[in-house]
């Protein structure tokens, strides 16, 4: 045979992937990806995750192939030629438990990624067990990620263990927005999503489609060699969300994809994400943020995580309630949160009823359940003391 390397069969137009997303309308949307894409995320990728460690493994794999973070850990060991661990999963054992097992271990693992609810998974194991991690990088992505969170794994590391917090979407080749930490976030609620990789650009909008200045939330749009082609067979939302720059030249992008995200920019130049455009809910009038809510209950020193919903379990009472997930030894009461989040929001975004669980319920892929979130238990007792009757 030639002694030369083989000719490409692909060109950086042709089609990579393409992975389904659900959306809010509940029906799957086909995202068509692009070599350009994907080879711009990984090259990068090698460039700032070395994965190898001596007498270890370069990365452990749990995640479907239906789910764009799979990319990172499956193929960025493989450019640097590392070992990738695929854990067996046992009896009534998840493949991210099994992942645990693993990492439980003495072996030394160069690279994990996992969205942030299977890290906090991840970290109440280790502190259970008394166990210590061997992972140099671990890379989060998917949901918001709190410091606490990023505090504990960082603790419970036997190594120099770097933290990065990936942003970005399954329509532009997994991640546009990155940043890197060796120690948790100062700023509180939120840890910042960085600033954009090579060869990607982000852009935050108000509804006008104008810049938003520094600190003041807009709309996330994203732009560069990552965006997906289109979305199959779906030339109408093909259309709303890929769009001609809204920005007036000069800008290097003549197309943009819009998030739904609601983020600002930081003094420092990085972006801060404050939650999705359709989790803006209107009660009694207001319109609110249920993620700024969820960032304000993060700040809590014994919350680990949280989410925040409407419920209408009764016909005509619609009302807020957080699900919390308190540090173990702690168990924050409803009037303390309550108190807590008064001092940073309006009254109209202070939820009324608080449920403590042991752990937020998850999809497959490590995002937060909400379908599988328990309705509240009316008669817990440390709602009598705030509950007003109606009059």
């Not at 995320?41 to 479907?64: A, F, K, R």
């Not at 990088?137 to 770097?162: F, H, K, M, W």
């Not at 969300?241 to 290097?252: D, K, W």
């Not at 937020?360 to 007003?388: C, F, I, M, Q, S």
Request: net charge negative; charged share 15%; proline share 10%.
């Amino acid at each position: 045979g030639p002694d030369s390397d083989p000719e490409p069969l692909a060109s950086p137009d042709d089609l990579a992937y393409v992975i389904y997303t659900s959306g809010s309308t509940g029906r799957p949307k086909g995202v068509a990806l692009e070599h350009r894409g994907v080879v711009n995320y990984l090259h990068w990728c090698d460039q700032n995750y070395p994965v190898h460690v001596p007498g270890g493994i370069g990365s452990v794999l749990y995640s479907s192939v239906t789910f764009d973070l799979t990319i990172t850990a499956l193929f960025l060991p493989l450019i640097q030629g590392q070992q990738l661990a695929i854990p067996v999963t046992g009896p009534d054992q998840t493949a991210f438990d099994a992942a645990i097992d693993l990492i439980c271990t003495d072996i030394p693992i160069g690279f994990l990624k996992a969205t942030p609810s299977h890290l906090e998974v991840l970290a109440a194991h280790l502190e259970t067990r008394g166990a210590r991690h061997h992972i140099t990088t671990i890379v989060a992505g998917g949901e918001n990620l709190a410091p606490q969170l990023v505090a504990r794994l960082l603790d419970a590391s036997s190594t120099q263990t770097t933290f990065s917090n990936e942003y970005g979407a399954t329509e532009g080749s997994v991640a546009n927005v990155m940043s890197l930490t060796t120690a948790p976030d100062p700023h509180g609620g939120t840890t910042t999503l960085g600033r954009p990789i090579t060869n990607t650009t982000a852009y935050v909008v108000d509804h006008h489609n104008q810049p938003a200045p520094v600190g003041v939330p807009g709309h996330a749009l994203l732009g560069g060699i990552c965006l997906a082609r289109h979305y199959h067979n779906r030339p109408d939302l093909t259309r709303q969300r890929f769009t001609t720059n809204p920005l007036a030249p000069p800008h290097p992008d003549p197309r943009t994809y819009h998030t739904g995200d609601l983020v600002k920019w930081r003094p420092d130049g990085t972006l801060e994400f404050i939650g999705r455009i359709d989790n803006q809910i209107k009660l009694r009038g207001y319109r609110i943020e249920l993620g700024e809510i969820e960032a304000a209950l993060n700040t809590h020193p014994h919350i680990h995580t949280t989410t925040v919903t409407t419920r209408e379990d009764t016909p005509g009472d619609k009302r807020l309630v957080a699900y919390v997930v308190p540090i173990p030894g702690h168990a924050p009461d409803a009037s303390g949160l309550r108190t807590h989040l008064q001092r940073q929001l309006p009254d109209y975004m202070v939820p009324s009823t608080y449920v403590t669980l042991d752990q937020l319920p998850l999809t497959p892929n490590g995002k937060v359940d909400t379908k599988a979130l328990p309705a509240p238990d009316h008669h817990r007792p440390e709602l009598a003391t705030t509950y007003t009757a109606p009059r």
